[in-house]
């Protein structure tokens, strides 16, 4: 039952990744709302089930939107998000930070070496993935205390 609902769930990754796509020019990538899914399922499923979700679902998102080149840096990047997000589940939410940094410093990287993009393109990135991490860590969390009132002693 876990790998359905890990399955699952690495559909509601992709799709609500997709669901507000807002172009950045300078990278030709997109500021989405996706990571609210992968804190989610990092809390939701734990460690290895979340980052497996929350990776294989953005990952999805991007092959399906034509970001063939990002493909194995978003599985890194939030698969790495959603690990973090399921070790810290029980301690101290602000520890959600460290899997934001992770999330951070692999696309700041990744943007740094791909041919056509370098340090503008990095930099132009880096305030929307904050802006995209934040809302993962403040509503995956949220989302995570809902579900983890409605269904109390059913967590996967």
Request: net charge positive; charged share 10%; aromatic share 12%.
């Amino acid at each position: 039952m876990k790998n359905y609902l890990m399955l699952i769930l690495a559909g509601v990754v992709a799709a609500s990744t997709f669901l507000i796509r807002i172009p950045i020019p300078v990278s030709g990538g997109y500021l989405n709302f996706g990571d609210i899914a992968v804190v989610f399922c990092g809390l939701y499923l734990g460690k290895t089930r979340g980052a497996l979700a929350g990776g294989i679902g953005s990952a999805i998102a991007d092959l399906i939107g034509g970001y063939f080149i990002f493909i194995p840096i978003t599985f890194v990047a939030k698969g790495l998000e959603a690990f973090l997000a399921g070790v810290f589940v029980r301690r101290n939410p602000l520890f959600l930070a460290f899997g934001a940094i992770a999330m951070l410093a692999v696309y700041f990287l990744a943007e740094l070496f791909i041919p056509g993009m370098g340090l503008p393109a990095a930099l132009a990135d880096l305030n929307f993935n904050i802006i995209q991490v934040l809302s993962g860590a403040i509503g995956g969390r949220v989302l995570f205390l809902i579900v983890e009132k409605a269904l109390p002693g059913k967590l996967a």
